[in-house]
């Protein structure tokens, strides 16, 4: 992957501005005499604030660069502007997210997916990998499994390619499954571990799917979810 001296000065400036308000935030902690009230306890405080405020500012400037356009999906090659930010957006994206680990519980994490930018439903389980978060779309009541990898970008000859992935309602992805750039996974429908979904793969809504590369197994009809479920709903709900 192509790097030039100006990917490492824009990634300095962006990671410094957010240690800055990191340090900001434990300065104005500190105002509040949590240091008369914790003593030697303030140093974990302080640790945490700081690792907390990071994070948060990454996210914050994750966001900002997807609002502001600079990641439109398309194709590109590696000389343009749009490679150059997609580039930053991953430095911010990494640093962020390994900022907020120790924040990051199982019920926490669609809130950090939500922060660098994903879109989603609710009552979502996200145990799974996103890559590209602002490209991606996950709708209500949507499984990620454990070890799952969603990324919305691939790289090809020189050219990087960014293409929106959407999962519907009530679909799940199974464990150590990988979903990739452009697909769209249909309401109800599930892809089975392992399994690997190809670029732009457009799967219908109620269909079990499966393999390397993932092909329909078979239609879930209601019967075989349960009753009378309905395709993207669950329990008949």
């Excluded at 499984?143 to 000859?157: D, E, N, P, Q, R």
């Excluded at 309602?169 to 979904?197: E, F, K």
Aim: net charge positive.
């Amino acid at each position: 992957m192509k790097t030039s001296a100006i990917d490492f000065v824009l990634s300095a400036v962006a990671l410094g501005l957010a240690v800055g308000l990191s340090i900001f935030a434990i300065v104005l902690l500190r105002s509040f005499g949590t240091p008369q009230l914790l003593g030697t306890g303030q140093v974990a405080l302080d640790v945490l604030a700081f690792l907390f405020m990071f994070g948060l500012s990454c996210g914050f400037g994750c966001q900002l660069m997807a609002r502001l356009g600079f990641l439109p999906a398309g194709q590109y090659d590696m000389n343009s502007r749009v490679f150059t930010a997609w580039k930053l957006f991953n430095v911010l994206f990494e640093f962020g997210r390994g900022a907020l680990l120790p924040f990051t519980t199982v019920i926490a994490r669609p809130l950090v997916a939500r922060l660098f930018g994903t879109r989603l439903g609710k009552d979502v389980a996200l145990a799974g990998r996103l890559f590209d978060p602002q490209l991606i779309r996950l709708g209500n009541e949507v499984i990620v499994g454990h070890g799952s990898v969603l990324t919305a970008h691939t790289i090809i000859s020189g050219r990087i390619t960014l293409s929106p992935i959407e999962v519907g309602d009530g679909a799940t992805i199974g464990v150590n499954a990988v979903v990739m750039a452009g697909a769209n996974i249909g309401a109800g429908s599930i892809v089975t571990p392992c399994s690997v979904v190809q670029p732009n793969t457009r799967i219908p809504p109620g269909e079990l799917w499966g393999g390397a590369p993932a092909e329909r197994i078979k239609s879930l009809r209601p019967s075989t979810l349960g009753g009378d479920v309905v395709p993207g709903t669950r329990n008949g709900g």
